[in-house]
């Protein structure tokens, strides 16, 4: 930390005043007192032989008159240094004004760069939630065309059983077969697409935690109350948003094993009746 020590100009008292700043937002103040020089010399008085016995009355008002004069000097004294004291709580007003200057400036800087990643992020989130809502919907499209593509199957199943019961178990077996391999595509699909999405929020959640991380080294050195309670809100809206994440992530899940279900039954159902007919 930087210390500077200035003097201040003596006095005809010699009263000497140092400035040390301490800290970043205070300063202190070290006033040395010389010794009191006289101005003049009051004229000496001569005594007359006749009168070297001095009355009571005499050595009274010599008394007086010495502390009229010590007063005096004492007077000049307090003076001079109420006047020097002026300048060094101007010189200390200054200081103090250009310090809330340049924290005030440092405050509202902090405050527009953290305003403009909020608006950035929350950007991020409602372009993830849109992407996430796209792959539902294309989810359950496949879904519904994989029970088309399993309904029509079966109506061409039951029809060679009936046109042509010698080739029957062969057709059913390939049927199956195929209905396998792209039950297994799709799924695959649907695996990249999810692990694209997460290593993608992997990542966000990479910069938030340096964008963090940079708010707290902010926040050692100059911490304020505004700061605290924008970070509060990126924490919550952080949990919040993984907690969307994975409900979603937990909804996709049940429509893939309802989807299974749905799948197996209809499985069962033809080789029930293939077993029936044989």
Do not use: W
Request: charged residues 40%; contains cysteine.
């Amino acid at each position: 930390m930087a210390e500077v020590a200035r003097d201040v100009p003596a006095s005809p008292e010699a009263t000497e005043v140092r400035c040390q700043e301490k800290t970043r937002g205070g300063l202190c103040y070290e006033v040395i007192l010389g010794e009191p020089e006289v101005k003049a010399t009051p004229p000496k008085r001569t005594i007359s032989p006749q009168n070297k016995n001095m009355s009571v009355q005499d050595i009274e008002e010599k008394l007086k008159a010495a502390e009229e004069r010590r007063q005096q000097l004492e007077s000049n004294k307090i003076a001079a240094l109420s006047a020097k004291m002026l300048k060094i709580e101007e010189a200390s007003r200054k200081k103090d004004e250009q310090t809330s200057l340049f924290i005030t400036t440092t405050r509202e800087a902090l405050e527009q760069k953290m305003e403009t990643h909020l608006g950035k992020r929350e950007a991020y989130i409602t372009d993830l939630k849109t992407k996430l809502k796209d792959h539902i919907e294309n989810v359950e499209k496949t879904r519904l065309s994989i029970e088309q593509q399993t309904e029509e199957v079966k109506a061409a199943i039951e029809e060679k059983m009936k046109s042509a019961s010698a080739q029957r178990d062969e057709n059913i077996k390939k049927m199956l077969e195929r209905l396998r391999e792209h039950e297994e595509q799709v799924t695959k699909n649907r695996e990249k697409e999810l692990q694209k999405k997460l290593e993608a929020a992997k990542k966000y959640n990479e910069r938030l935690l340096e964008v963090k991380q940079s708010i707290e080294t902010v926040e050692d050195t100059r911490r304020s109350e505004k700061t605290m309670k924008i970070e509060t809100k990126l924490t919550a809206a952080e949990q919040k948003r993984e907690q969307e994440l994975q409900k979603k992530l937990e909804l996709i899940k049940k429509n893939e094993k309802r989807a299974e279900t749905v799948r197996q039954n209809k499985a069962n159902i033809v080789a029930n009746q293939t077993a029936s007919s044989g």
